[in-house]
Each structure stands twice: as structure tokens, then as C-alpha cells.
């Protein structure tokens, strides 16, 4: 997975979750999207778009969907893993 940095027709920069194959992961997209025409600045869609990244790489070395995950998971996750707020936002979009 990579974050793919664009450049929109207005020139501001957006940025997109890609998935091995070079196609953007259509879950984040929608996420993303929905932040920025909420008003949330580049920097912070950024971070959102990074710390997704982590999460789904996280989910895909347990060979587990978004859509699948449920408290084992959460508990197998290392207390210092700093993406636990943010996450509970991305699952409250959904």
C-alpha cells in the first residue's frame, strides 16, 4: 500500500490510499473525501490518509477486512499504537 499525493484542476493538493495493484482503496476514498468537504486542512487528510495506511497493513498481516474486524483484533493491537482514537473515528464514518 502506498499514499498517492495528487494534484486537483483548483491546484490544491489531495492525497489517496493505493493498494498494491496502484488502485485507490475505495473505503478510504470516500472517508477522505467526506473530511475534506468538511473543511479539514491538507496536513490533517494527510495524516488521516497515513495512519490508514498503517491500519490496513496492520489488517491485511492478519488477513482481515476493515469490515471484519471485531474485539480480538482491537485487543491484539499494542497499547502504544497511536492511531487507536483516530481509528474509532474512522469506524464511526462507517
Known amino acids: 500500500m502506498k499514499v498517492i499525493q495528487i ?3 483548483g491546484n490544491h493538493i489531495r492525497y489517496y490510499l493505493a493498494d498494491e495493484e496502484g488502485f485507490p482503496v475505495e473505503s478510504v476514498m470516500k472517508f477522505l473525501k467526506f473530511k475534506d ?3 479539514y ?3 490533517t487528510l494527510r495524516m488521516y490518509c497515513i495512519h490508514l495506511k498503517q ?8 488477513k482481515k477486512d ?3 474486524v471485531n474485539l480480538t483484533i482491537w485487543r491484539d493491537l499494542s497499547p502504544g499504537f497511536r ?3 483516530f481509528i474509532r473515528r ?3 464514518y462507517y
Do not use: S
Not at 55 to 62: I, P, T, V
Open 83 to 85: 492511531i487507536l482514537i
Open 90 to 92: 474512522w469506524y464511526r
Open 37 to 39: 468537504n468538511t473543511g
Open 41 to 43: 486542512a491538507r496536513n
Open 66 to 68: 476493515y469490515a471484519e
Open 7 to 9: 494534484r486537483t484542476e
Open 55 to 62: 491500519y490496513f497493513m496492520y489488517l491485511q498481516d492478519r
